[in-house]
């Protein structure tokens, strides 16, 4: 069913619960919809994909038309002796998806537990926390093409996934609307807990069994990222940085206890923005209403009634320290409009 809204509030649909409005927001279920919601293409006027609001600041009104995709559902849609493939709608929550993934014994979206957002946003930033990322269990993504008006889908490796970067965020940026995601999960253990302190917390709870992951993930997590319901965040509000190889040697070579990450690319490293910001002395920082975070330095939050100036203004001063202090110019992760 499609729904439209006027002049509308976005303020419950952005999880920094910065107060914006739309021109317009339009909801859909069925794939087939969008037919008719791009038939007047021109009546849209400029437009976005807004999926659950999780990775967005919003810095002024929205002058234009906010497409919502809202259809959910889970349905089987291939399986063999070892896995199993489901197509899940795009307006399904991420969570859910995997809780209903954990429930039917299957891994590979356990360790993505909690990740705020939903399905349809999962291969944008092709999302990733605890050694894990969509990409790994992604085997196809549905999509309409508003340059043609017509459905298709992409592989996995047509997705040209790398970490949080995919070619929905490239030459595909603002031209398609995903309406599904077929993951392709093992019906066979496969723990993946070499993350950070995952395998001690799975040892506590009695060993890698699929509802200790969950609840490992689910317990570290809420202990460092704000309830975005609680305080406005959008999660990771920066990327880690990939440098040189020898720029960050030296700097480990100056801070022995300074985390390193290798990265997918050769002679490249991946750096913790977090830790850059924290040791920049920006941890817990507030300015009015929004502040970084005092658990997690790569979140900036919205301590009340911010506006998405303040935010950015927040993220540029948090920029310029990082690069005083080390060198190094940090990114937004999150989509700025
Ligand atoms: N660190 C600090 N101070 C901080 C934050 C981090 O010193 O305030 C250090 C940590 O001690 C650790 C390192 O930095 O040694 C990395 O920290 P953490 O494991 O918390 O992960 P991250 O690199 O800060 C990334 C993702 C998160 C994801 C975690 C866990 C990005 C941009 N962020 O954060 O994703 O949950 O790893 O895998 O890659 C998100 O994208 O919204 C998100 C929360």
Known sequence: MIREFINHDIRDLNSFHVEQKCNRLITFERAEELDEIFADRASLGEWYTLGGGNNIL??????????????KGIAIVGEDETSLTIEVQAGEEWDDMVAWCVEH??????????????VGASPVQNIGAYGAEAKDIISRVHLFDTTECRHLSLSCKECRFAYRDSIFKQELRGKTIITSVEFTLSKIAQPNLHYGDVCQKVEELGGPTLKNIRQAIC?????????????????SFFKNPIVEKGVADTMKAEHPEMPLYPAAVAEKSKLAAGW??????????????????????????NYGGASGGEVIELSREVQRRVKECF???IEPEVNIL
């Not at 919003?58 to 259809?71: E, R, S, V, Y």
């Not at 014994?105 to 939903?118: D, K, M, Q, Y």
Request: aromatic letters at 6%.
């Open 58 to 71: 919003f810095t002024k009104d929205f002058q234009g038309t906010l497409i919502h995709p809202a259809g």
């Open 105 to 118: 014994e299957l891994w590979g979206a356990e360790n993505l537990s909690l990740i705020p957002g939903t």
């Open 219 to 235: 317990s570290i997590r809420n202990a460092k990222l704000p309830d975005t319901k609680v305080l406005g965040n959008a999660g």
């Open 276 to 301: 850059l910001i924290d040791q920049a002395g920006m941890k817990g920082y507030r300015n009015g209403k929004v502040g970084v975070h005092d658990r997690q330095a790569l979140v900036l939050v």
């Open 327 to 329: 060198g190094i110019e």
